[in-house]
T-cell receptor, first 112, second 113 residues
Framework: ELKVEQNPLFLSMQEGKNYTIYCNYSTTSDRLYWYRQDPGKSLESLFVLLSNGAVKQEGRLMASLDTKARLSTLHITAAVHDLSATYFCAVARIQGAQKLVFGQGTRLTINP | DGGITQSPKYLFRKEGQNVTLSCEQNLNHDAMYWYRQDPGQGLRLIYYSQIVNDFQKGDIAEGYSVSREKKESFPLTVTSAQKNPTAFYLC????????????FGDGTRLSIL
């Protein structure tokens, strides 16, 4: 059974600092997604990671994937308040449709 | 603009009542999904459909039912058998290429009266 764990679950940071969110998963997969959710809102797609060593960057966010370690990271560089949100990783099960298993989410708060 | 529309935004259910949540998409996606999100938790898959007139149970299907009579529409019924229905419900869709991310609607918040 595929399990996905994120850590930390809560993260409070100062603006301008760097930090990393970790996403571990338990069985082989060929796709991993990162999403952002603002309070009471829908999920916004950030990154799709498809292969070992994949790295994607958008602004102050960078995501990477190590399929051998079954680990993805989401790195935040020089955080700004607008990045405050909950971040989810989701891992696709190999069989069949795009059945995703989500992590618990990391609630990120960036303080001025 | 293409997207997913969920309605209503807020819904209240009485004891013993069935309620239906609407999900419509104009993205021409083949696959559609329903998720449940509880406070402080990730999303859990309720049902999904890869094609019209076909759907499959997800991880927490008990107490829920769906239909897929049209490509654009995938309504979810929360039946009286679902004893703890209070949650945020999200509908999503994706194309059949599998690698593209799922697109999500704005959600329906269901509460018990």
């Amino acid at each position: 059974e595929l399990k996905v764990e994120q850590n930390p679950l809560f993260l409070s940071m100062q603006e301008g600092k760097n930090y990393t969110i970790y996403c571990n998963y338990s069985t082989t997969s060929d796709r991993l997604y990162w999403y952002r959710q603002d309070p009471g809102k829908s999920l916004e797609s950030l990154f799709v990671l498809l292969s070992n060593g994949a790295v994607k960057q958008e602004g102050r966010l960078m995501a990477s994937l190590d399929t051998k370690a079954r680990l993805s990271t989401l790195h935040i560089t020089a955080a700004v308040h607008d990045l405050s949100a909950t971040y989810f990783c989701a891992v696709a099960r190999i069989q069949g449709a795009q059945k995703l298993v989500f992590g618990q989410g990391t609630r990120l708060t960036i303080n001025p | 603009d293409g997207g997913i529309t969920q309605s209503p935004k807020y819904l209240f259910r009485k004891e013993g009542q069935n309620v239906t949540l609407s999900c419509e998409q104009n993205l021409n996606h083949d696959a559609m999904y329903w998720y449940r999100q509880d406070p402080g938790q990730g999303l859990r898959l309720i049902y999904y459909s890869q094609i019209v007139n076909d759907f499959q149970k997800g991880d927490i299907a008990e107490g829920y039912s769906v239909s897929r009579e049209k490509k654009e529409s995938f309504p979810l019924t929360v039946t009286s058998a679902q004893k703890n229905p209070t949650a945020f419900y999200l509908c999503a869709s994706s194309d059949q290429l599998r690698v593209q991310p799922q697109h999500f609607g704005d959600g329906t918040r269901l509460s018990i009266l």
